[in-house]
């Protein structure tokens, strides 16, 4: 297959039409916020919690449908390092030095509101994810007010952080281990690995040892969208010279099947599942709280702040080039943007605190700090001019 044939790739995909699933993903949690402050707000919470199959609904959501979420972003992430937006130095740089400052100044921000606070600093990585579908949306309705060169930026920059919290999620907010069935979850991986190297390219045999995984995953204690992560990791991307981006390999075929169910189907409903926060009894006290402050002061200051900081750093100091046409203006307006951090950040916030409380402080910050970066992003972008440059980064 040759360049000028082969399929765009789902980065490609993502920047022209992912972005109607991130508007689709706002109308969920606008929906979600309606229905919690409504009469039907009993309903919506008892639903949520209603048992099946051994665990309850929202239990699903989180531990089953999320980990094909995660098993998307893995094999994004595989696929953009060996061959796409993060194969090369000169392609991931910008991105990664920005990734970097955006993971960094939101945690030690939220560490500081929350200093000497016991528990509540358990959620100090709720605010360094950034959402790529919610961002991408928010660029959708600018059109061509924003380069493309920038919209690859902000699209790789969410992949590393995506990233970046799945190996948080496995370090920091791993509960009590089953080791048995840790064990047990080693050998699905063991035997996963071993169909990669025998280069076995029918999905059916990943599949089924995936589902054997996730359920080890889940009794080891472990989150269990972690197997999502592992399991993409072994799916083999077949590439040559002749077709560097072979679609009929395996990673191909379930990463592109995967798209459009995360994009209007996983995403949205786990927004609809976790967006809902009831307003009834609580004041305007609860924006004062450290774990509430901590949230939307480190999506909105931190995030602009580490990433427009860390990737004006590597400018200046030749380390990376400003996007192609691209203004410093632009760039300060998406890394506005990368402080929308709802999907990555609600659901870190609910490994973070058990207690329905804190995680509604959670969700209270997390729709604050990623409504202020989205309008403030956007209002910037809607006026800053675009600046032809001889850059050759998003060429």
């Given at each position: 297959?040759?360049?000028?044939?082969?399929?765009?790739?789902?980065?490609?995909?993502?920047?022209?039409?992912?972005?109607?699933?991130?508007?689709?993903?706002?109308?969920?949690?606008?929906?979600?916020?309606?229905?919690?402050?409504?009469?039907?707000?009993?309903?919506?919470?008892?639903?949520?919690?209603?048992?099946?199959?051994?665990?309850?609904?929202?239990?699903?959501?989180?531990?089953?449908?999320?980990?094909?979420?995660?098993?998307?972003?893995?094999?994004?992430?595989?696929?953009?390092?060996?061959?796409?937006?993060?194969?090369?130095?000169?392609?991931?740089?910008?991105?990664?030095?920005?990734?970097?400052?955006?993971?960094?100044?939101?945690?030690?921000?939220?560490?500081?509101?929350?200093?000497?606070?016991?528990?509540?600093?358990?959620?100090?990585?709720?605010?360094?994810?950034?959402?790529?579908?919610?961002?991408?949306?928010?660029?959708?309705?600018?059109?061509?007010?924003?380069?493309?060169?920038?919209?690859?930026?902000?699209?790789?920059?969410?992949?590393?952080?995506?990233?970046?919290?799945?190996?948080?999620?496995?370090?920091?907010?791993?509960?009590?281990?089953?080791?048995?069935?840790?064990?047990?979850?080693?050998?699905?991986?063991?035997?996963?690995?071993?169909?990669?190297?025998?280069?076995?390219?029918?999905?059916?045999?990943?599949?089924?040892?995936?589902?054997?995984?996730?359920?080890?995953?889940?009794?080891?204690?472990?989150?269990?969208?972690?197997?999502?992560?592992?399991?993409?990791?072994?799916?083999?991307?077949?590439?040559?010279?002749?077709?560097?981006?072979?679609?009929?390999?395996?990673?191909?075929?379930?990463?592109?099947?995967?798209?459009?169910?995360?994009?209007?189907?996983?995403?949205?409903?786990?927004?609809?599942?976790?967006?809902?926060?009831?307003?009834?009894?609580?004041?305007?006290?609860?924006?004062?709280?450290?774990?509430?402050?901590?949230?939307?002061?480190?999506?909105?200051?931190?995030?602009?702040?580490?990433?427009?900081?860390?990737?004006?750093?590597?400018?200046?100091?030749?380390?990376?080039?400003?996007?192609?046409?691209?203004?410093?203006?632009?760039?300060?307006?998406?890394?506005?943007?990368?402080?929308?951090?709802?999907?990555?950040?609600?659901?870190?916030?609910?490994?973070?605190?058990?207690?329905?409380?804190?995680?509604?402080?959670?969700?209270?910050?997390?729709?604050?700090?990623?409504?202020?970066?989205?309008?403030?992003?956007?209002?910037?972008?809607?006026?800053a001019k675009r600046e032809p440059r001889k850059a050759s980064y998003g060429a």
């Amino acid at each position: 297959m040759s360049p000028a044939t082969r399929r765009p790739s789902v980065l490609r995909e993502l920047l022209d039409s992912g972005a109607a699933g991130g508007l689709l993903l706002m109308a969920a949690a606008v929906l979600a916020l309606f229905v919690a402050n409504s009469p039907l707000a009993d309903k919506y919470f008892a639903l949520l919690h209603e048992p099946l199959g051994g665990l309850d609904v929202l239990h699903w959501i989180n531990d089953g449908l999320m980990a094909l979420f995660f098993l998307f972003v893995g094999l994004e992430i595989k696929r953009e390092f060996l061959d796409g937006q993060l194969s090369t130095w000169a392609n991931r740089s910008l991105p990664g030095f920005a990734a970097a400052g955006g993971v960094v100044v939101p945690g030690l921000l939220y560490a500081a509101i929350n200093f000497g606070q016991g528990e509540t600093l358990r959620g100090w990585a709720i605010p360094t994810a950034t959402d790529i579908a919610f961002a991408l949306g928010v660029l959708s309705l600018l059109g061509s007010r924003v380069p493309t060169s920038l919209k690859v930026f902000l699209a790789t920059l969410a992949i590393i952080d995506d990233l970046v919290a799945v190996l948080v999620i496995a370090v920091f907010y791993t509960a009590e281990l089953n080791l048995a069935a840790l064990a047990g979850a080693a050998v699905a991986t063991l035997l996963l690995i071993g169909l990669n190297r025998l280069k076995v390219m029918r999905l059916a045999p990943y599949l089924m040892l995936g589902a054997a995984l996730w359920w080890l995953v889940l009794l080891s204690g472990v989150h269990a969208t972690i197997a999502g992560v592992v399991l993409a990791l072994t799916i083999p991307l077949r590439r040559s010279k002749a077709a560097p981006d072979d679609m009929t390999s395996p990673l191909h075929r379930l990463e592109h099947g995967l798209s459009g169910w995360v994009a209007f189907l996983i995403v949205p409903v786990f927004g609809f599942a976790n967006a809902g926060v009831s307003f009834a009894g609580m004041s305007a006290a609860v924006l004062l709280e450290p774990v509430t402050l901590g949230v939307a002061l480190g999506l909105f200051l931190g995030k602009q702040v580490g990433v427009f900081g860390a990737a004006a750093l590597a400018i200046k100091l030749r380390l990376a080039n400003l996007p192609v046409a691209a203004s410093w203006a632009q760039l300060y307006g998406v890394a506005l943007l990368c402080g929308i951090g709802f999907t990555m950040s609600l659901f870190i916030g609910l490994l973070a605190f058990p207690d329905p409380a804190l995680q509604d402080e959670v969700k209270v910050g997390v729709l604050a700090g990623s409504l202020v970066s989205a309008l403030c992003g956007a209002a910037l972008l809607s006026l800053a001019k675009r600046e032809p440059r001889k850059a050759s980064y998003g060429a």
